[in-house]
């Protein structure tokens, strides 16, 4: 069964005024469209037709013959992953197991903000910042281009998208003030606290 787009968890206009529905039309409907549609192009009639996203991620990161398949898998599970990584009055201060979690790997959640800021901020070009769960311990990474954590074999728990496409229309050129915006409006701790516990 080919891969499908699936629906954003939420109204397009529901993230403004951090995210306008204009950068969701463009983002959603067509970026993440075009990563979909050209993985279904590129696999078509191939054994990894039938395989799962994170299969065909895993399985074409190190073939330097599967390039453009990585990339279009890695970016449509990115995408996947990125939505539901926000909503709408999110932000803020988590609470709970993620929490404590944040407290003992990072000293203080201010702490967390500041090394996440500096990882999505220092991002040199197009990637992504995450907060991933290692063996047990929660940490701060920075992959460029689709790079993943389904690629590095670890487990994420949020991203922020720092591609221009992901912050171009609302903030121009202000990658911090998009990055401020996605920590203290945005970020979906119920959804992080989620994928700590499958990550036990
Ligand atoms: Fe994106």
């Not at 995408?79 to 979690?101: E, L, T, V, Y």
């Not at 203080?108 to 990637?127: I, L, N, R």
């Amino acid at each position: 069964m080919a891969f499908e787009l699936p629906p954003l968890p939420y109204a397009k206009n529901a993230l403004e005024p951090h995210t306008s529905a204009h950068t969701l039309d463009l983002h959603h409907g067509k970026h993440h469209k075009a990563y979909v549609d050209n993985l279904n192009r590129m696999v078509e009639g191939s054994p990894l037709a039938s395989r799962s996203l994170e299969q065909i991620v895993q399985e074409t990161y190190h073939d330097t013959g599967k390039t453009g398949i990585f990339n279009n898998a890695a970016q449509v599970w990115n995408h996947n992953f990125f939505w539901k990584s926000m909503k709408p009055h999110g932000g803020g201060n988590p609470s709970g197991q993620i929490a404590d979690a944040i407290s003992r790997d990072f000293g203080d959640f201010a702490k967390f903000k500041d090394e996440f800021s500096k990882a999505a901020v220092g991002q040199f070009g197009s990637g992504w910042a995450w907060l991933i769960a290692d063996k047990g311990k929660l940490q701060i990474t920075h992959t460029s281009n689709a790079v993943d954590p389904v690629a590095t074999g670890q487990h994420a728990l949020l991203c922020c998208d720092v591609w221009e496409h992901a912050y171009y229309v609302d903030f121009e050129n202000r990658r911090p003030d998009f990055v401020k915006a996605f920590l203290e409006h945005l970020a979906n701790w119920d959804f992080a606290a989620e994928n700590l516990g499958k990550a036990k």
